[in-house]
């Protein structure tokens, strides 16, 4: 009678996304961290960052990078939403990265006050979501999970390009 249990709780186990997608969505896990994930989500981008700036990647680069993981991101994301019904569960923190890429192509330095400044205006404006950031954000698909942070990121970038040049 045991053994009969452990195969029927085996076959009710519930499923998680594949390793490879968690991986991704959940940006090496960063997004998995129980408090303030997408903090966390973003701090883990900076890496990305200087591997970006050291393999000398241009505007060009990045923007192709960025409409990749974006397209790729949201296709992810809507599977996974529609197979598990989430929405916008907080351990998916790919849109963060897409978010901090965005501002950071506003500079493409990598000293620490320019990427004090990406961190703090991009997670500032993806905590407040001014419109159509919070339009997107209520959205109950992948596009609305992901182009929040677009929008978040392109606020970010005006504002820290602008601090660029003021400073």
Excluded at 32 to 53: E, N, Q
Excluded at 61 to 85: A, M, N, P
Excluded at 90 to 98: F, K, S, T
Aim: with cysteine; aromatic share 16%; proline share 4%.
């Amino acid at each position: 009678m045991e053994q009969t249990n452990v195969n029927y709780m085996k076959e009710q186990k519930i499923q998680n996304p594949p390793f490879l997608t968690i991986l991704f969505l959940s940006w090496f896990y960063s997004g998995k961290v129980p408090r303030a994930p997408g903090t966390f989500g973003s701090l883990a981008t900076l890496p990305l960052i200087y591997l970006l700036h050291y393999l000398q990647f241009n505007i060009y680069h990045l923007i192709t990078l960025i409409v990749v993981l974006f397209i790729v991101s949201v296709v992810v994301t809507e599977k996974v939403q529609q197979k598990y019904g989430l929405h916008d569960p907080q351990w998916i923190v790919i849109d963060e990265v897409i978010g901090m890429l965005i501002t950071w192509g506003f500079l493409m330095r990598v000293d620490i006050a320019s990427l004090f400044l990406v961190f703090a205006f991009f997670r500032l404006f993806d905590i407040i979501k001014i419109w159509p950031a919070s339009y997107f954000d209520r959205l109950h698909h992948g596009i609305g999970t992901i182009t929040d942070d677009v929008v978040s990121g392109l606020y970010a970038g005006i504002v820290v390009k602008i601090c660029s040049l003021i400073f």
